[in-house]
């Protein structure tokens, strides 16, 4: 391949991968046809993409500064990135979730913001990461739980001082006595 087509190929790849901040490195080799179109279309209904990809042209268009630089280490032997979907989180569990139907998906590893996740292992590890999404849900969780605290504490004793104000104010009303506690 002409050293032209190699650097048009390097740019297309910083072009189509370069805003990403992870993808999960897989092997479909040995996979037959149809289930490759099956496993394309089941993550396609997840906007999760694969793209076979050309290891030394990768290596060509990430430095280790890039988000995806990571994975240049991995870069051996036929590869695919996987992904796309909100975010690489969701897609490690989509090819978690595939490679149950289809155990013949080899996973290389993942990377999220320059974070290597190492062969099958981090993959799942990486599936496990809350998504951005849920990641937020819980940051607003934890920071309204101390205020609805205080505010049920707050309301549960005002509502016995109440109480006991509105108790007193009617025995005052009907001319009876309040007696002392102690």
Do not use: C
Request: charged letters at 25%.
């Amino acid at each position: 391949m002409s050293k032209p087509i190699k650097q048009m190929m390097m740019d297309d790849y910083a072009a189509r991968f370069g805003d990403l901040d992870g993808v999960v490195l897989v092997d479909i080799r040995g996979i037959e046809a149809n289930d490759n179109n099956a496993i394309r279309s089941e993550l396609a209904e997840a906007g999760i993409r694969i793209s076979v990809v050309r290891n030394t042209l990768v290596k060509g268009s990430f430095d280790a500064d890039h988000s995806l630089g990571a994975i240049n280490d991995l870069m051996t032997g036929p590869s695919a990135f996987v992904y796309g979907g909100d975010s690489v989180v969701n897609a490690a569990r989509a090819v978690m979730k595939a490679i149950k139907q289809h155990p013949d998906i080899s996973l290389k590893g993942a990377v999220l913001d320059g974070n290597l996740f190492e062969g099958e292992a981090g993959v799942k590890r990486l599936s496990d990461f809350p998504t951005k999404e849920e990641a937020q849900a819980k940051v607003v969780q934890l920071v309204l739980a101390p205020g609805a605290n205080v505010l049920g504490a707050a309301k549960g004793a005002g509502g016995r001082v109440l109480g006991v104000i509105k108790t007193i104010q009617e025995k005052l009303e009907n001319g009876e006595t309040i007696a002392k506690i102690s």
